[in-house]
């Protein structure tokens, strides 16, 4: 859905590059789908256990490689013990092209080769509190794609889960990249806005997060 008021590309901090509406209502429409699929197996969707014993308020799935806290496998072992999906190339050209419209064409965005995502739904009150993604071993940026209800993304800074941080709002079809000096900035989303998605979407209620990264791992 096109804004009223049109969101520019914005660079929010060096390294972070937020481009609103970069996805359109067909290519929501087809994540959407492929992501329903990989809900459903080989390793369901589920809230993932933390090692202290709560479970994550989001749903999540992974391609290509499983995170589970704080390491990353080919197989489930905290959810069934199967393999993940594979990673499929049309995710990885996905990728160097929100690479490439971050950052701008270049032989490193030629080069980006994203090897897992995580799938994250947010239903009802789920939320994501301050962390940073440091279980890669690669350091190249992490894309990620936000479809469905409107969320609050908190940008923070490399040193704590604190401020200084700034708040985005990151809407249905929006890119986020973060990378280069930001690429192990505290982010989070404190909220959802239940009800807000694009009904084009494809994603009936809920917000659906993927990020692309590169584990690093052979
Ligand atoms: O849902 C989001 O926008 C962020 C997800 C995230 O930070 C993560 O999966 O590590
Ligand atoms: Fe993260």
């Not at 509406?21 to 809900?39: K, M, N, P, Y």
């Not at 030629?110 to 279980?135: C, V």
């Not at 890669?136 to 941080?165: H, K, M, Q």
């Amino acid at each position: 859905m096109d804004a009223l008021i049109p969101r520019p590309a914005l660079e929010l901090a060096p390294g972070v590059v937020h481009v609103p509406g970069w996805l359109g209502s067909d290519e929501q429409r087809e994540l959407v789908a492929a992501c329903r699929e990989w809900a459903r197996g080989p390793v369901p969707i589920r809230h993932t256990r933390l090692p202290r014993g709560g479970v994550m308020s989001v749903q999540t799935v992974c391609v290509g490689w499983h995170w589970q806290p704080y390491r990353y496998s080919r197989t489930a072992d905290d959810v069934n013990g199967l393999p993940v999906a594979p990673f499929p190339d049309w995710l990885v050209r996905r990728g160097r092209q929100a690479v490439a419209r971050a950052y701008g064409a270049s032989a490193a965005a030629e080069r980006y080769t994203p090897d897992t995502a995580l799938i994250n739904f947010y239903d009802g009150d789920a939320r994501m509190g301050m962390h940073q993604d440091k279980d890669e071993r690669s350091s190249a940026p992490v894309v990620s794609l936000s479809i469905g209800d409107t969320c609050v993304f908190r940008v923070g800074n490399t040193e704590t889960r604190n401020r200084p941080y700034q708040d985005v709002e990151l809407v249905s079809g929006d890119l986020l990249v973060f990378g280069g000096p930001s690429r192990y900035i505290h982010h989070g989303v404190p909220k959802v806005r239940t009800g807000t998605a694009d009904p084009d979407c494809g994603l009936g209620s809920g917000r659906l997060n993927i990020t692309l990264r590169e584990t690093g791992l052979g």
